[in-house]
């Protein structure tokens, strides 16, 4: 079992930035494909961003491209998401997930995750 608890969310002005952790627990993650999704108020979860165990290759959302980096330290079992030119329609719950190990997904969809966290609250004040 993996544990995931997200951190770091908050409100923000348009234009700004956040950075949220996840703290993985429980199994090392190093084997893991990890992600991030976001849920807004009356819609479905959605995809932001992953990254694969493999050779830490990186995915996006149209949206977010160029804006949000995903990143990943292993040996501190954390994945981050750096959000930069925030704009009101990244106002979110985000989610932090993860894949059994050495999973050949991209972790595009949110039917390949195994684990999720509880999720963080992002406003972005326009």
């Known amino acids: 079992q993996v544990q995931l608890v997200e951190s770091g969310g908050g409100l923000v002005q348009a234009g700004g930035s956040l950075r949220l952790s996840c703290a993985a627990s429980?199994?090392?993650?190093?084997?893991?494909?990890m992600g991030w999704f976001r849920q807004a108020p009356g819609t479905e979860r959605e995809f932001v961003t992953s990254?694969?165990?493999?050779?830490?290759?990186?995915y996006y959302a149209y949206s977010v491209k160029g804006r949000f980096t995903i990143s990943r330290d292993n040996i501190k079992n954390m994945l981050y998401l750096h959000m930069n030119s925030l704009k009101p329609e990244d106002t979110a719950v985000y989610y932090c997930?993860?894949?059994?190990?050495?999973?050949?997904?991209?972790?595009?969809?949110?039917?390949?995750?195994?684990?999720w966290g509880h999720g963080t609250q992002v406003t972005v004040s326009s």
């Open positions: 429980g199994r090392r993650i190093s084997s893991y494909t």
């Open positions: 990254i694969n165990w493999i050779r830490a290759n990186t």
């Open positions: 997930g993860a894949i059994r190990g050495y999973g050949l997904g991209n972790g595009l969809k949110e039917a390949e995750y195994d684990y």
